[in-house]
């Protein structure tokens, strides 16, 4: 097979595994309220189960980042991902919110591996011209996960209960785990060597990014967990109409991903583009809470708009992180990113807790905050980047 074209097939792969993981951690909070009324869980309860399978991806991706730079992507995911299925059909067994927080955390550490080992397959097969449009490409395996989860998962816990769910999002693990055993292999050439820099622990610059990613996502756990029960409980959206509107969110967010990678590759730089998106959701954000109780035909589309942002900087975030670094600690560099990413991710518990004591208006509003301080941030990283874009081409 010709490498040109066996990349691609890498990169199938690669967004099979993720969209199985993802269906996982994106997908359950359409499923928010069969949780609610199946095992009698408060708001708070069900802001842990959906936060726990987060929690769980951000045990072990430093360890997961470390064991694709030596054993390569091949192996990890085949276990890791298969590691998962096995916990989700546990999981799908018990009938306490205790075992199923511990089944989800275990399911969400095993498969986890799936966001380092085929985030670094795409930058060993694809070039500088092309990585950010590839690396969008499968972060865009996220929200669509995610969309498979929101339309599929209510009609499988209506018909079979939170049995019937769980079965089957350890189905989708267990055949990327197939899928990346069968297709992956590692690059015969490396990819093009980075400038000099330090391990990815001792760069400051990853911490800088890894921060920022970390402020970043916090809207997105937020907006992605609780659409779901915002319009269904809040606004009287019936569950199958509130989920449809999930799954219009994470298909933006899924084009959108795709889009700034492609964009990225044009200019050459990743963080110019990261830093608007962010202003540009914390606006969104605003307009959200401004319109909690306005027309759904007002506040909807700026609900959908706020969600598509909050989504669309993830590929340019992991494109960054892995330039930084040299070919033999891109998975390292990696770990370090999706571990802030993950620990960002879990924050829905603390959003749900922020809506019990405030409201709606007012944390949907705070979540500007976290974006805003994620674009100060990543300021000096900017600059550095520019320098480095213009050295490249003189």
């Known amino acids: ?145 995610g969309v498979i989860g929101a339309l599929t998962l209510p009609a499988l816990a209506s018909a079979g209960g939170l049995k019937a769910a769980l079965l089957a999002l350890a189905g989708g693990c267990g055949l990327g785990a197939l899928a990346c055993g069968l297709v992956f292999r590692e690059p015969e050439a490396a990819r093009d060597p980075a400038e000099p820099a330090p391990a990815p622990l001792r760069d400051a610059r990853m911490w800088r990014l890894a921060a920022a990613s970390l402020l970043y996502v916090t809207a997105q756990a937020a907006v992605l967990g609780f659409t779901v029960l915002f319009l269904h409980e809040q606004r009287g959206v019936a569950a199958g109409a509130a989920a449809a509107v999930l799954a219009a969110i994470q298909l933006g967010g899924a084009a959108s991903r795709a889009l700034a990678g492609w964009l990225s590759d044009r200019s050459g730089r990743r963080l110019p583009l990261m830093r608007a998106i962010g202003v540009a959701t914390a606006a969104a954000l605003a307009g959200v809470a401004a319109l909690v109780h306005a027309p759904l035909a007002l506040l909807v589309p700026v609900l959908v708009a706020a969600g598509v942002g909050s989504m669309s900087w993830n590929g340019l975030s992991l494109t960054a992180a892995a330039e930084l670094t040299g070919p033999h600690t891109t998975g390292s560099a990696l770990g370090l990113q999706q571990t802030a990413v993950a620990l960002g991710a879990g924050s829905g518990a603390a959003f749900a807790a922020l809506v019990g004591v405030t409201s709606w208006a007012a944390a949907f509003g705070l979540l500007a905050a976290p974006l805003l301080a994620g674009w100060v941030l990543l300021a000096p990283l900017t600059e550095q980047e520019r320098v480095r874009t213009a050295a490249r081409a003189a």
């Not at 066996?6 to 993802?22: D, K, M, T």
């Not at 359950?28 to 095992?39: F, G, H, S, V, Y």
């Not at 919110?97 to 795409?122: E, K, P």
Request: aromatic residues 6%.
């Open 1 to 145: 097979m010709r490498e040109p074209r066996y990349r691609w097939a890498v990169l199938a792969a690669g967004v099979l595994a993720q969209a199985a993981l993802s269906a996982v951690q994106l997908g359950l909070p359409a499923i928010a309220p069969a949780l609610r009324d199946e095992l009698g869980l408060s708001l708070a309860q069900v802001g842990v189960v959906l936060a726990s399978v987060s929690w769980g991806i951000t045990a072990l991706l430093l360890v997961w980042g470390w064991l694709a730079d030596r054993a390569g992507e091949r192996i990890v995911v085949s276990v890791g991902l298969a590691g998962g299925a096995g916990a989700l059909a546990a999981g799908a067994f018990t009938t306490t919110f205790g075992g199923l927080v511990a089944a989800l955390v275990v399911a969400g550490a095993l498969a986890g591996c799936t966001s380092i080992a085929s985030g670094r397959v795409v930058m060993g097969w694809f070039g500088r011209q092309q990585r950010g449009l590839a690396l969008g490409v499968r972060q865009m395996a996220v929200p669509l996960g």
